[in-house]
C-alpha cells in the first residue's frame, strides 16, 4: 500500500515561514491535499490538488508537489497557525485515501 | 446550515457492534460521495470507507474490510456505518467528511471539504 512521510514535528518562530514536507513514491504525480487540525477540533481543508486554497484559507497558506516530495508552506506564521497538519492522497491502484502520519507545527 | 452531525457512538465490548450515523443539512446530500474516517486517541487521521452518491459503490481500508459495512439512505440525507466485530483497536473518534465536487463517484482523488464533529467508539472489556 501507498505510504506517506511527514516529519513528527516543526516548530517556526512568529513571522517566518513554516514548511512541511510530505514524502511518497512519485508523489509528483498524484494530487496532494492539506489539512489542518486544531487541538480537540476536526480537520479543515487548507490546500487541495496540490495547490489550490478553499475559499476562506488565507494566502498565506500554499502547497506544491515535485518528485518524490510535496509541501506546505505557511508564511507569516502567526500563533493560531500552530496545529497538527496531514497531507493526503488517493491511492488509485487500491483505490484507498492515505494519510501522512501528521506532522505538529510549534510556534515558538 | 451546511453540516454534518455523527451519532451513535458508545463505550462497547469486543466483538460487538455499533450503527454510527452522519446526518447532513444544508446542501444536496444525494449528489456527492461521502467518506469516513477515524482518528485513534492521540494518534494521526485513517481513512476508512467511501460509498459513492447512489451507494453503487464502496470502498474500505484493508483494516475493517469484511467487519464495517457503508452505507446511506439519501430519503433521509444519512449516511451510515455498521461497525461489527469490534476490537480495540477500533477505539477512536470517526469523522465522517463530503468531498468537494459533486461529481457523486466514490474513486477520485476529490478532497474532503466538510467534517462533521465526530463521534468516539470505545472498544473495551
Same mark, same amino acid.
Given at each position: !500500500?501507498?505510504?506517506?512521510?511527514q516529519p513528527?514535528?516543526? !516548530?517556526?518562530?512568529?513571522?517566518?515561514?513554516?514548511?512541511?514536507?510530505?514524502g511518497?513514491?512519485?508523489?509528483?504525480?498524484?494530487?496532494v491535499?492539506w489539512?489542518?487540525?486544531?487541538?480537540g477540533?476536526?480537520?479543515?481543508?487548507?490546500?487541495?490538488d496540490?495547490?489550490?486554497?478553499?475559499?476562506?484559507?488565507?494566502?498565506?497558506?500554499?502547497g !506544491?508537489?515535485?518528485?518524490?516530495?510535496?509541501?506546505?508552506?505557511?508564511?507569516?506564521?502567526?500563533a493560531?497557525?500552530?496545529a497538527?497538519?496531514y497531507?493526503?492522497?488517493?491511492d !488509485?491502484?487500491?483505490?484507498?485515501?492515505?494519510?501522512?502520519?501528521?506532522?505538529?507545527?510549534?510556534?515558538? | 446550515q451546511?453540516?454534518?452531525?455523527?451519532?451513535?457512538?458508545g463505550?462497547?465490548q469486543?466483538?460487538?457492534?455499533?450503527?454510527?450515523?452522519?446526518a447532513?443539512?444544508?446542501?444536496?446530500?444525494?449528489?456527492?460521495?461521502m467518506?469516513?474516517v477515524?482518528?485513534?486517541?492521540g494518534?494521526?487521521?485513517?481513512?476508512?470507507?467511501?460509498?459513492?452518491?447512489?451507494?453503487?459503490?464502496?470502498?474500505y481500508?484493508?483494516?475493517?474490510?469484511?467487519?464495517?459495512?457503508?452505507?446511506?439512505?439519501?430519503?433521509?440525507n444519512?449516511?451510515?456505518?455498521?461497525?461489527?466485530?469490534?476490537?480495540?483497536?477500533?477505539?477512536?473518534?470517526?469523522?465522517?467528511?463530503?468531498?468537494?465536487?459533486?461529481?457523486g463517484?466514490?474513486?477520485?482523488?476529490?478532497?474532503?471539504?466538510m467534517?462533521?464533529?465526530?463521534t468516539m467508539?470505545?472498544?473495551?472489556?
Open positions: !500500500s501507498y505510504v506517506l512521510t513528527p514535528s516543526v !516548530s517556526v518562530a512568529p513571522g517566518q515561514t513554516a514548511k512541511i514536507t510530505c511518497g513514491n512519485n508523489i509528483g504525480s498524484k494530487s491535499n489539512y489542518q487540525q486544531k487541538s477540533q476536526a480537520p479543515v481543508l487548507v490546500v487541495h496540490d495547490s489550490d486554497r478553499p475559499s476562506g484559507i488565507p494566502e498565506r497558506f500554499s !506544491s508537489n515535485s518528485g518524490n516530495a510535496a509541501s506546505l508552506a505557511i508564511s507569516t506564521v502567526e493560531g497557525d500552530e497538527d497538519y497531507c493526503q492522497v488517493w !488509485s491502484r487500491g483505490d484507498h485515501w492515505v494519510f501522512g502520519g501528521g506532522t505538529k507545527l510549534t510556534v515558538l | 451546511v453540516q454534518l452531525v455523527e451519532s451513535g457512538g463505550v462497547v469486543p466483538g460487538r457492534s455499533l450503527r454510527l450515523s452522519c447532513a443539512s444544508g446542501f444536496t446530500f444525494s449528489s456527492y460521495a467518506h469516513w477515524r482518528q485513534a486517541p494518534k494521526g487521521l485513517e481513512w476508512v470507507a467511501v460509498i459513492s452518491y447512489d451507494g453503487s459503490n464502496k470502498y481500508a484493508d483494516s475493517v474490510k469484511g467487519r464495517f459495512t457503508i452505507s446511506r439512505d439519501n430519503s433521509k444519512t449516511l451510515y456505518m455498521e461497525v461489527n466485530s469490534l476490537r480495540t483497536d477500533d477505539t477512536a473518534l470517526y469523522y465522517c467528511a463530503r468531498v468537494m465536487v459533486d461529481l463517484v466514490a474513486a477520485t482523488n476529490d478532497a474532503f471539504v467534517w462533521g464533529q465526530g467508539v470505545t472498544v473495551t472489556s
